[in-house]
């Protein structure tokens, strides 16, 4: 005996069939859905090389570790080039420390005065002007230190940021 049950299908895959057929361009849609199958899946690697996080992590199975006197070797440095990349580094640390406070200074002038709209964009410019002061003052350290990439050391060397 055979069993005569019928199968029920879903009255939203009803609708979809009819709004399909209905549809004059949804057989453009099928074929173009395989074409661009690829194109999505490129994007998809794409927005994950874009990943802040994931591209650090790469950065970090690609990175190369090499010391302060192998880099100073591998780039044909003289201890001149050193001291003058040093005093350079320190400059631009202090003058960008200086911009810093004149321009976190003008932002608290303006906002003061109930000038909202040019204070506030100030206090960005004066972000900008931390972060130059950071990588400058980051670079002078690891000059003075003769060591790379020790910045956990560095933060906790406060002391040491501007001489």
């Known amino acids: 005996m055979k069993n005569n049950k019928k199968v029920e299908t879903k009255p939203v895959g009803k609708i979809r069939k009819v709004f399909n057929f209905m549809n004059p361009l949804s057989g453009v849609t099928k074929s173009a859905r395989g074409q661009f199958q690829e194109i999505s899946d490129v994007t998809g690697e794409v927005v994950n090389r874009l990943n802040p996080i994931g591209a650090y992590e790469r950065a970090k199975q690609n990175s190369r570790v090499e010391s302060f006197n192998e880099a100073y070797t591998r780039l044909n440095l003289s201890e ?80 040491e940021w501007l001489q």
């Open 80 to 159: 001149e080039d050193l001291v003058r990349s040093f005093k350079f580094s320190l400059f631009m640390s202090r003058l960008a420390l200086i911009l810093f406070f004149s321009c976190l200074f003008l932002a608290f002038y303006f906002i003061s005065n109930g000038n909202f709209s040019t204070g506030f964009p100030i206090i960005s410019i004066c972000f900008v002007h931390i972060a130059i002061q950071h990588r400058y003052a980051f670079r002078a350290y690891q000059i003075k230190k003769r060591k790379l990439g020790n910045h956990k050391e560095f933060l906790q060397d406060s002391h």
